[in-house]
C-alpha cells in the first residue's frame, strides 16, 4: 500500500513537473517576443523625431545598390559596372561589395511585395537594422543558455536590446553592413557552443553557413575565423580536447573556407591572406591530436609511446612545412599579406605612418574612457563578476566566451569601430553576472532559514536535489505527509547514490551544508542587494533611452543646433544634392573630399572623382592635390578630370566639426603621400594651420 502511494506521489509530481516545464517555455517565449518588440521600438526614435530616412554615408551607397537590385534583378547586380563613380576609372559593384545587407534587404522588399504589402525599398532599407536588433538579441539569449542557462541568456538579450553601442550603428536609418552582420556574427557563435556542446555535425553544418551569411555581410568575419581557431588551441592546451571540438571546428574550416571563396569580394583571399593562416594552422594541429588520442586507444602503453614518437616527428615536420609555406608567402608581400585595416589592429601606429586615408577616418580612432562609459554604461562594473561566473564552473562554452571579451577588449581600445564587437560580449556577461546575483539573492529570501547543526543534512545528502529537498523539509515542519513521505524517498535514494559514489571514488564526500551557508544570505543584506541591482538597472535603463533618443536619433544629414528658445534645422546637404541634381546637366562631373561621393551619386545623380569606397588611394590623393594647391594647379588637376563643379561643406556658422575645414590637412597628407611636393609643414605657422596665411584652399572654395 506504502509503495502504491508512493507510486501515485511520483507520478502526480511527474505531472507538475512537466505542467511547470510548459509554463516556463511559454513565458520564456513571451520574454523573448517583448524583448524583441523592445530592441525594435527603443531605435524608432530617429523616424519619430525627424523622418524615415537614411543616415551617415555609406548607407547611402547601400540604398543605391539596393535600388538596382531591385529594379534589374540579381545577375544584372553581379554584373553591374558603375560609370558614376570613380572617373573615369568605373567600379565593378558586383564584386567589390558584401552583398549579404543588400540581398537580406531586396529580399525582405521582394516577399512584403509578394504578399501585396507595396512598400518602397527605402522603407524597408530603413528598418532593417531594428528588425537584426531584435534578431540579434534572440542570438545573444540563445548563445548564453548554451553556456549558463534560460534566465542569463533572457537578462543578456534584455541588456542588448538596449546597449548604446550597438544602438549606435542599428538605429532606424542605419542601413549598413552591421545591421545583419552583428546577428551574423552571435548566431555563428551561438552554433559553434551549440555543436561544442552536442556534437552534432548538423550543427556544424549550419555553424559554417551562418559563417557564409557573415561573409557575406561585413569583412569583420575575420574576426570569427581567428577567434574559433584560438578556442580550439586554448581547449587542445588545457587538456578539453573531445570529438565534439573535433566536429565543431573541422566542418567550419572546409566548408566555411568553400562557401567563403563563393563571395566575389573575397574570392582566393580566403585562403591566400595572412588573416586566415591560423585557422588552417590550427585545423592540422587539431587533427595530429586527433589522430594520437584514436592511436591512444589501439594500442599498448608500449606502443603509443613508440607511435607517439613517430606521430609527433612526422607532425611537427608537417607543421614546420606549412609554416615555411607560409612564411615564404607572406614573405613576397609588401604588406606580409596582411590587409591595411588588419595591420592598423596589430599596430596601432601603422595607418598613421603609412595608410593616412585609414586614419583619417574618425571610427577608426582608438575610443576614450569617456566613450566606453558611453557605449556600455554600468555594464562596466558588471563584467568581472559575469567572467568570475564563467570559472564556477569552467566550460568550454564559457571559456569561450571569456576569450572572447579578452579579444573584443583589445580591438575596441585599437579602433572606436570595433566597440560593436565589444557590446554583446559584455552584455552576456553582464547577463550572467545579474542572473547569478539575482539568484543568490532570491534564493536567501526565499530559503531563509535559521541555520544549526540539528536541521543540517547527512553527509548523505551529497547531490544538489537531495540537498534541496533536506532544506525544504527542515523548515517546514507543518508540511502534509505527502510530502514528508516524498522527502524521505528522494533522502533515500540520494543517499544510496552518494554512497556508491563515495566507494567508487574512494573519498569522503563534500559536506554541503557549508557550501548552504555561505550561498543563504540573512534576509535584509539580500533585500538591499536586489534593490540595489534594481536600481542599477534602472540606471543603465534611462542612460540607454537618453541615449537612442537624443545621442543616435538625429540622421547625419539633417543638422540641428539649439539656442535658448527653440531647435534649429539645417537641411544643407539634402538642399544642395537636389540643386545639383535640378541645375546641373546628367553627365556633368562633381569633385569633392571622398566623404560625399556616395550621397552625392545616391542624391544628386552626379558622377563623382572619389567615394567612400576609398579603393585607389592615388586617385584619392589627386584630389587632395588639387584641394591643397594654388589656383592655377588645381584648375589643371580638376580640368584633367573633365570636372564642372566642386562641392565644398564649411559649417562656421553652426559651428560644424566634420566640414572640409577640419579635414584639411588630412588632404595635404593623403596628397602628400603620392606626390611628395606637397608638405604638411608648408601650411603650418607654429605647428598650427592658419588660413589667413594661406589663400590657396581660400580661392578653391569660392
Not at 557550501?515 to 534611462?542: D, H, N, R, T
Request: hydrophobic share 45%; net charge neutral; with cysteine.
Amino acid at each position: 500500500m506504502a509503495e502504491l502511494e508512493a507510486g501515485s506521489i511520483s507520478m502526480a509530481a511527474g505531472g507538475g513537473g512537466r505542467l511547470r516545464n510548459a509554463l516556463s517555455g511559454v513565458l520564456c517565449a513571451f520574454t523573448l517576443l517583448l524583448i524583441g518588440v523592445l530592441a525594435f521600438s527603443i531605435r524608432l526614435f530617429s523616424v519619430i523625431k525627424y523622418e524615415s530616412v537614411i543616415h551617415e554615408f555609406d548607407p547611402y551607397f547601400n540604398y543605391r545598390v539596393t535600388q538596382f537590385l531591385s529594379k534589374s534583378g540579381i545577375y544584372e547586380f553581379w554584373n553591374w559596372f558603375d560609370d558614376r563613380t570613380w572617373y573615369p576609372l568605373g567600379r565593378v559593384i558586383g564584386g567589390t561589395v558584401y552583398p549579404g545587407l543588400t540581398l537580406t534587404a531586396g529580399t525582405i522588399w521582394w516577399l512584403l511585395n509578394s504578399l501585396n504589402i507595396p512598400l518602397s525599398v527605402e522603407t524597408v532599407c530603413v528598418f532593417t537594422a531594428p528588425i537584426f536588433s531584435a534578431n540579434a538579441s534572440w542570438a545573444t539569449y540563445l548563445l548564453t543558455k548554451e553556456a549558463k542557462g534560460h534566465g542569463a541568456g533572457l537578462m543578456a538579450a534584455t541588456i542588448l536590446a538596449m546597449v548604446p553601442s550597438y544602438i549606435s550603428r542599428s538605429v532606424a536609418g542605419s542601413y549598413d553592413n552591421e545591421a545583419v552582420a552583428i546577428f551574423a556574427l552571435i548566431f555563428t557563435f551561438y552554433l559553434y557552443v551549440k555543436t561544442l556542446n552536442t556534437g552534432s555535425l548538423f550543427y556544424a553544418t549550419l555553424n559554417a553557413l551562418s559563417y557564409f551569411y557573415m561573409v557575406c555581410s561585413w569583412g569583420g568575419y575575420t574576426f570569427i575565423i581567428n577567434l574559433i581557431p584560438m578556442h580550439v588551441l586554448l581547449c587542445i592546451v588545457t587538456g578539453r580536447y573531445s570529438s565534439r571540438l573535433y566536429v565543431a571546428y573541422a566542418p567550419l574550416v572546409v566548408l566555411g573556407t568553400l562557401l567563403a571563396a563563393l563571395v566575389p569580394v573575397v574570392g582566393f583571399n580566403a585562403v591566400l591572406t595572412s588573416e586566415h593562416f591560423a585557422s588552417f594552422l590550427v585545423f592540422i594541429i587539431l587533427h595530429v591530436v586527433a589522430l594520437v588520442y584514436y592511436i591512444k586507444g589501439l594500442l599498448t602503453p608500449r606502443l603509443f609511446k613508440v607511435a607517439m614518437t613517430f606521430v609527433l616527428t612526422v607532425g611537427l615536420a608537417l607543421c614546420f612545412a606549412v609554416v615555411a609555406i607560409l612564411a615564404a608567402l607572406v614573405a613576397s608581400s609588401p604588406t606580409k599579406g596582411w590587409s591595411g585595416r588588419s595591420l592598423s589592429l596589430l599596430d596601432p601606429t601603422y595607418a598613421s605612418k603609412y595608410i593616412p586615408i585609414i586614419a583619417s577616418v574618425s571610427e577608426h580612432q582608438p575610443p576614450t574612457w569617456p566613450s566606453y562609459f558611453m557605449a556600455i554604461n554600468v555594464l562596466a562594473f558588471l563584467v568581472p563578476a559575469g567572467i568570475i561566473s564563467c570559472f564556477l564552473p569552467l566550460s568550454d562554452a564559457s571559456s569561450f566566451l571569456v576569450l572572447y571579451l579578452v579579444t573584443s577588449v583589445y580591438f575596441s581600445g585599437v579602433m572606436v569601430r570595433l566597440m560593436l564587437v565589444l557590446a554583446p560580449a559584455v552584455c552576456i556577461l553582464s547577463g550572467i553576472a545579474l542572473s547569478e546575483a539575482f539568484n543568490v539573492l532570491t534564493r536567501s529570501m526565499k530559503f531563509q532559514r535559521p541555520i544549526s547543526d540539528d536541521t543540517l543534512p547527512t553527509a548523505g545528502d551529497s547531490t544538489p536535489g537531495s540537498s534541496s529537498t533536506a532544506t525544504i523539509t527542515t523548515s517546514t515542519k507543518n508540511a502534509n505527509i505527502k510530502k514528508e513521505k516524498m522527502g524521505t524517498i528522494s533522502k533515500e535514494r540520494s543517499s544510496k547514490k552518494s554512497r556508491k559514489e563515495t566507494e567508487l571514488v574512494g573519498s569522503s564526500p563534500v559536506r554541503p551544508e557549508k557550501e548552504e551557508k555561505l550561498c543563504v544570505l540573512p534576509s535584509e543584506a539580500s533585500a538591499m542587494g536586489i534593490l540595489f541591482l534594481i536600481m542599477l538597472c534602472g540606471l543603465y535603463v534611462i542612460h540607454c533611452v537618453w541615449a537612442a533618443a537624443e545621442a543616435y536619433s538625429a540622421p547625419s544629414i539633417v543638422l540641428t543646433s539649439r539656442s535658448h528658445d527653440r531647435l534649429h534645422v539645417y537641411d544643407d546637404f539634402r538642399e544642395s544634392y537636389a540643386w545639383l541634381r535640378h541645375n546641373t546637366e546628367v553627365d556633368d562631373k562633381v569633385a569633392s573630399w571622398w566623404d560625399y561621393g556616395y550621397q552625392t551619386t545616391a542624391m544628386a545623380n552626379r558622377t563623382v572623382i572619389v567615394d567612400n569606397n576609398t579603393w585607389n588611394n592615388t586617385h584619392i590623393a589627386t584630389v587632395g592635390t588639387a584641394m591643397s594647391s594654388p589656383e592655377k594647379g588645381a584648375w589643371e588637376i580638376f580640368n584633367s578630370l573633365d570636372v564642372k563643379y566642386v562641392l565644398v561643406v564649411f559649417g562656421g556658422l553652426i559651428g560644424y566639426p566634420s566640414d572640409d575645414i577640419n579635414k584639411f590637412l588630412w588632404m595635404v597628407r593623403i596628397g602628400g603621400g603620392e606626390f611628395p611636393h606637397i608638405k604638411e609643414q608648408d601650411y603650418l605657422v607654429s605647428g598650427e594651420l592658419v588660413f589667413c596665411n594661406y589663400r590657396a584652399y581660400h580661392s578653391v572654395v569660392s
